[in-house]
Each structure stands twice: as C-alpha cells, then as structure tokens.
C-alpha cells in the first residue's frame, strides 16, 4: 500500500500564482465599468476575427465620444438659433420637447446621446450584421453625420439671416 504525501510535489510557477488562470473564462461586460482594467485589444489573430470585450479604451475612441458629446450640444444650439430665425424642427420627439421647454429640449436630445454610449462602448467590438463593420465604428460615423448636419445648419442660418 502506498502513502500519499500530503505535500505533493509543486512546480515553483504554480506556487506563486495566488488565482485561477484568467484566460479561461472571457472578459465580462461589466469589466467596462470598472476603472483598472488592462484589455485594450485581442492579442491573438484568432480572437480579433470574433467578437471580444475590453476593459480599456483607446485615446482615439474617447476623442471620438467627446466628440460626438460636443456635436450633440452644438447642434442643439444651432437649432435653437435657426428655430428663432423662423425655421422649423422636423424630428417630431425633439419638437414635443422644444413645446415643454428649451431645457427639456437641450436635456432630451443630450441625454439620448449619452444614454446610447455605454452600449456602443461595451459592445465596440461586435461586428453589425454579419458585416465586416464593428459596433465601434458608429461613433466616428455619427461624429461625421454630425459635421455634415452642422454645416448644413450653418449654411441655413446664413441663408436665413440668423447671423
């Protein structure tokens, strides 16, 4: 009959790991909200070909969301400068916002902004539809949607005389 050692032999690696590997189990959605993680992209080929969750952000994505954060107020603004040269809202929600109130307007279309970027942020990595396009790339898409409608706002306003 043969002993067990209650000391079985260890290799010196595995005595100083203090938790499971972590490469087992994938990052979890809600690491986003967490302010010290480390994953900024997939390291492995095979990983970027699906989708994956990070817990970092490049520098690039939040000059993105900052943007669009900014769009959102200037547009805003320029709306209520063309509405008060005689122009008219067409998004019927943000005309039911402007007749409650100006703050309810600028607090409505703000927050319909910011309320959507969680998601767009956790989910950057997903691809859309089957499609090549990730979930990412709507936000530098909805920044260049947004130059487009300044511009056209200010070349009303200068057609209106709301200068």
């Not at 994953?39 to 490049?58: G, N, Q």
């Not at 007749?99 to 959507?116: D, I, M, R, W």
């Amino acid at each position: 009959m043969q002993s067990k050692s209650p000391n079985p032999v260890v290799s010196p690696a595995a005595e100083h790991r203090s938790q499971s590997d972590r490469r087992k189990t994938p990052t979890s959605v809600w690491r986003a909200f967490l302010p010290n993680g480390r994953r900024l992209r997939s390291r492995r080929r095979h990983e970027h070909c699906r989708p994956y969750f990070v817990d970092r952000y490049s520098s690039a994505m939040f000059l993105g969301v900052v943007m669009l954060i900014l769009a959102t107020l200037i547009d805003a603004i320029l709306t209520v400068q063309i509405l008060r040269a005689g122009g008219e809202e067409v998004n019927p929600l943000m005309d039911r916002l402007l007749n409650h109130s100006l703050e309810a307007f600028v607090l409505g279309k703000y927050l319909l902004t910011v309320l959507g970027l969680p998601l767009l942020l956790i989910f950057k990595n997903h691809y859309l539809f089957g499609t090549r396009l990730r979930v990412g790339h709507l936000v530098p898409a909805a920044v260049a949607l947004y130059g487009l409608l300044i511009a056209y706002q200010l070349v009303l306003m200068h057609q209106c005389g709301g200068w």
